[in-house]
T-cell receptor, first 117, second 115 residues
Framework: ETGVTQSPTHLIKTRGQQVTLRCSSQ?????VSWYQQALGQGPQFIFQ???????GRGNFPPRFSGLQFPNYSSELNVNALELDDSALYLC????????????????FGAGSRLTVL | AQSVTQLGSHVSVSEGALVLLRCNYS??????LFWYVQYPNQGLQLLLK??????LVKGINGFEAEFKKSETSFHLTKPSAHMSDAAEYFC?????????????FGKGTRLSVIA
């Protein structure tokens, strides 16, 4: 079975631009979560998508938005990029709602490293 | 609200020595606890998880962790460190709560193994 794949792996943007990051969930997983990992920090929850709807959101502003498609793949969009948005963005999938049943294990992708200049 | 504190941002051990990475959690509901490992330029890989069964949990690569409710701790150990264990380790907590809270991670502990 294929795992979670993310693209692009690295990208550089300038302040004020917009970025779209993509994620393909592991086969059989219908829930996708996105995390932001700043340098030297642990991952922080951005939001989670289940059945194409946002289901849970962390402390991130509305310029962070997402989509989930019928095949369970997902996009993370960030508008009006700021320097502090520079981070590794991790996508994770799980069979069922993470947190709804806390035992569900998240399977992570390798991440997309975003640098904002 | 759930939270995790990892004591020590960097731990250094000699090859063959005991590895002990500390994690304390805060949760208002019975927690699910996890340890993840992150190798350079890679995503997170699950080492082990506690889901209210046995308090001593065995994971991959010889790691294990013990859930101690009285101490609100979930420390990670390995009897003998190997060079390949050098990585960043994250403790995380999840739990049944309104709003479907996913994982809350600690800040991580970087493990260095000295030959």
């Amino acid at each position: 079975e294929t795992g979670v794949t993310q693209s692009p792996t690295h990208l550089i943007k300038t302040r004020g631009q917009q970025v779209t990051l993509r994620c393909s969930s592991q086969s059989g997983h219908n829930t996708v979560s996105w995390y932001q990992q700043a340098l030297g920090q642990g991952p922080q929850f951005i939001f989670q998508y289940y059945r194409e709807e946002e289901n849970g959101r962390g402390n991130f502003p509305p310029r962070f938005s997402g989509l989930q498609f019928p095949n369970y793949s997902s996009e993370l969009n960030v508008n009006a990029l700021e320097l502090d948005d520079s981070a590794l963005y991790l996508c994770a999938s799980t069979p069922g709602l993470a947190g709804f049943s806390g035992a569900n294990v998240l399977t992570f992708g390798a991440g997309s490293r975003l640098t904002v200049l | 609200a759930q939270s995790v504190t990892q004591l020590g941002s960097h731990v250094s051990v000699s090859e063959g020595a005991l590895v002990l990475l500390r994690c304390n959690y805060s949760s208002s509901v019975p927690p699910y606890l996890f340890w993840y490992v992150q190798y350079p330029n890679q995503g997170l890989q699950l080492l082990l998880k506690y889901t209210s069964a046995a308090t001593l949990v065995k994971g991959i690569n010889g790691f294990e962790a013990e859930f101690k409710k009285s101490e609100t701790s979930f420390h990670l150990t390995k009897p003998s460190a190997h060079m390949s264990d050098a990585a960043e380790y994250f403790c995380a907590v999840s739990g049944l709560s309104p709003g479907n809270t996913p994982l809350v991670f600690g800040k991580g502990t970087r493990l260095s193994v000295i030959a």
